[in-house]
């Protein structure tokens, strides 16, 4: 088994993400890895060519990154500790090619990500990106789910 020396975690900053990241963090102490925290901003709809008052598009996406990347540091900050050993990225694209890549840039050995555990018309029609990561990832891929309420 090859050991886990360098994982990748992706968050979107959803509570879900967030608790699949105190699993990546874990296991990045457990096995004194490096961990990447990276968060994927969807590639926007192209509004070139709509109206859109007071804004154009490449301020938008300005302002997009500037927001992520803002979060980052702040969920960095907050939720590393005393954690050194990372490293964190905020890329545009589509999510699980995103993910796929860095992972591959990176030379990931485990991937640690949420998932919302669609069903149904949802999953038929959102997807999922966890499920596309799965099928897709050279390295192990652990999805982690909210506990269910009760």
Request: proline share 4%; glycine share 6%.
């Amino acid at each position: 088994m090859k050991p886990f020396d360098k994982i990748l975690t992706a968050i979107d900053f959803s509570e879900n993400s967030e608790y699949a990241f105190d699993y990546a963090l874990t296991l990045a102490k457990r096995f004194d890895a490096e961990l990447t925290v990276m968060h994927v901003i969807n590639e926007p709809v192209d509004l070139r060519g709509f109206y859109v008052p007071h804004i154009s598009f490449e301020q938008l996406e300005k302002e997009i990154e500037e927001g992520a990347s803002k979060m980052m540091g702040k969920f960095c900050s907050s939720r590393l500790g005393d954690f050194t050993n990372y490293k964190s990225a905020i890329v545009s694209g589509i999510p699980y090619e995103e993910i796929i890549r860095k992972a591959e840039e990176t030379g990931a050995s485990l991937i640690v990500m949420g998932t919302h555990g669609r069903t149904g018309l949802d999953h038929l029609i959102f997807g999922s990106t966890a499920e596309r990561v799965v099928r897709s990832a050279a390295c192990p891929v652990l999805t982690i789910r909210l506990p269910a309420e009760k």
